[in-house]
């Protein structure tokens, strides 16, 4: 039996930290004390702050500390937000983290560095046109309905292989699996069975883990967490 050694700690039980540097500075030591628990390198992970519903006025300074990778979970928000921002700090990486319409393709593909939710056969489609037209392609995840929400979005784990199949049929390299699992319930048993979907099919890279279960998701595994209300506080 894998045992998971995160404290269950709540943000509640947390005492709220004043200062972005302050709440930067806690979420990139738990990152790396969760990483030494499993014995991998804190540089194993990436941390992408999950910018969504902030203005650029709340961003910045988080762009000022150094840190570059960041993530939106819609297309249009990031167009109104990011040029700007990508204007004044070049080195950023942004990250699509939420359901992309097939319409939005080329939107997607031209803004973004990685899009971590491709999860339909018409997507995967939309996606090598894109990259057809634009020369350039994103770091691609599969995100997949872990927990097998009918709400939610993401590939069925059954409809799993046949998407892969048919993304390297349209010569679409896949990077990684992606996942969200429900609410409320313990996080880890999902995150072990990405990591082994993962490993059944070679993949190297796993994002999970939000402000409430980074810890856990580095634990299992992760190679991007997805980080938010913990770095910019809760969402209005
Ligand atoms: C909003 C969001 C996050 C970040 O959530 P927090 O709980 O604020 O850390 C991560 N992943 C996805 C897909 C999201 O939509």
């Not at 930067?24 to 540089?43: E, G, L, N, S, W």
């Not at 570059?68 to 921002?85: C, H, I, S, Y």
């Not at 799993?160 to 880890?188: F, H, N, R, S």
């Amino acid at each position: 039996m894998e045992k998971y050694e995160t404290p269950r700690k709540t943000h509640a039980a947390r005492a709220p930290l004043a200062t972005l540097a302050d709440r930067y500075a806690d979420v990139t030591q738990r990152i790396a004390k969760a990483a030494a628990r499993a014995k991998r390198a804190p540089d194993d992970v990436m941390l992408i702050a999950i910018s969504k519903t902030y203005d650029e006025a709340a961003i910045r300074p988080l762009l000022d500390l150094g840190h570059t990778m960041f993530g939106e979970n819609r297309v249009q928000e990031a167009q109104a937000k990011w040029p700007d921002l990508k204007a004044d700090y070049p080195d950023v990486a942004l990250h699509l983290v939420g359901q992309l319409q097939s319409n939005k393709a080329e939107d997607a593909v031209a803004l973004f560095d990685a899009i971590h939710s491709v999860d339909r056969p018409s997507l995967v489609d939309a996606l090598a046109k894109a990259r057809d037209k634009a020369g350039r392609l994103p770091l691609l995840f599969v995100q997949v309905n872990i927990g097998d929400e009918p709400q939610k979005g993401g590939c069925a784990i059954a409809d799993l292989p046949a998407l892969l199949e048919q993304a390297k049929a349209k010569d679409l390299p896949i990077a990684g699996l992606m996942c969200v699992p429900p609410v409320g319930t313990e996080a880890a048993p999902y995150f072990a069975l990405l990591r082994k979907l993962a490993h059944d099919h070679g993949f190297k890279l796993l994002s999970m883990g939000m402000s409430d279960d980074f810890e856990t998701a580095v634990e299992i595994g992760a190679t991007h967490v997805r980080v938010g209300s913990a770095l910019f506080g809760a969402r209005g």
